[in-house]
């Protein structure tokens, strides 16, 4: 059992819809991440928020838009994907930004791209 | 350029040991987590080390020598849950950080 949940957990989405995805942390964390994870490749760190300001997006598509409502909050929203965005996205939460402190992961969302 | 690597799949018996390996060339080192992942669930924290030598905790055990840039877990009698995804994750300079691709472990009776 974690801090941080994820929903859906399965998401099977068209090309053409938009969709969110979304993370809640409840363990009083002040950064949280997304993260991409396909098949046995690294984890791909999407962005990251520290105290609510995005500190880091690495050179996502556009079509991946995150929000940030406040430090328990994480959406992930999706718009005309592309059949190579199916994959496990991940949302974390750690107590400060920066790579230095241990994250905490939720479940995940399994996205499929038709 | 940043880069590690790790095995991509080991297999062992239960009750024995096990070391997967963990090597890497990132801009500068600020510390290395070891994170397990069962199959369709979250990773979850393993290990932490930032000076060289042998951290043990209980049946898992990680080391680390900077100066080679390896790292290592070991895990002692195996338990078939153990069967699980083992990422390892080096921390840069900058605090940024960099992630392997993972070692599946596949535990046999």
């Known amino acids: 059992e974690t801090g941080v949940t994820q929903t859906p957990r399965h998401l099977v989405m068209g090309m053409t819809n938009k969709k969110s995805l979304k993370c809640e942390q409840h363990l009083g964390h002040n950064a949280m991440y997304w993260y991409k994870q396909s098949a046995k490749k690294p984890l791909e760190l999407m962005f990251v928020y520290n105290f609510k300001e995005q500190t880091e997006n690495n050179s996502v598509p556009s079509r991946f838009s995150p929000e940030c409502p406040n430090s328990s909050h994480l959406f992930l929203h999706l718009h005309t994907l592309q059949p190579e965005d199916s994959a496990l996205y991940l949302c974390?939460?750690?107590?400060?930004?920066?790579?230095?402190?241990?994250?905490?992961f939720g479940p995940g969302t399994r996205l499929t791209v038709t | 350029g940043q880069n590690i690597d790790q095995p991509t799949e080991m297999t062992a018996t239960e009750g024995a040991i096990v070391q997967i390996n963990c090597t890497y060339q990132t801009s500068g080192f600020n510390g290395l987590f070891w994170y397990q992942q069962h199959a369709g669930e979250a990773p979850t924290f393993l290990s932490y080390?930032?000076l060289d030598g042998l951290e043990e905790k209980g049946r898992f055990s990680s080391f680390l020598s900077r100066s080679k840039g390896y790292s290592y877990l070991l895990l002692k009698e195996l338990q078939m849950k153990d069967s699980a995804s083992y990422l390892c994750?080096?921390?840069?300079?900058?605090?940024?950080?960099?992630w392997g691709a993972g070692t599946k472990l596949i535990i046999k009776p």
């Open positions: 080390n930032v």
């Open positions: 994750a080096v921390i840069e300079s900058n605090y940024q950080l960099i």
């Open positions: 974390a939460s750690s107590q400060e930004g920066g790579g230095a402190g241990e994250q905490y």
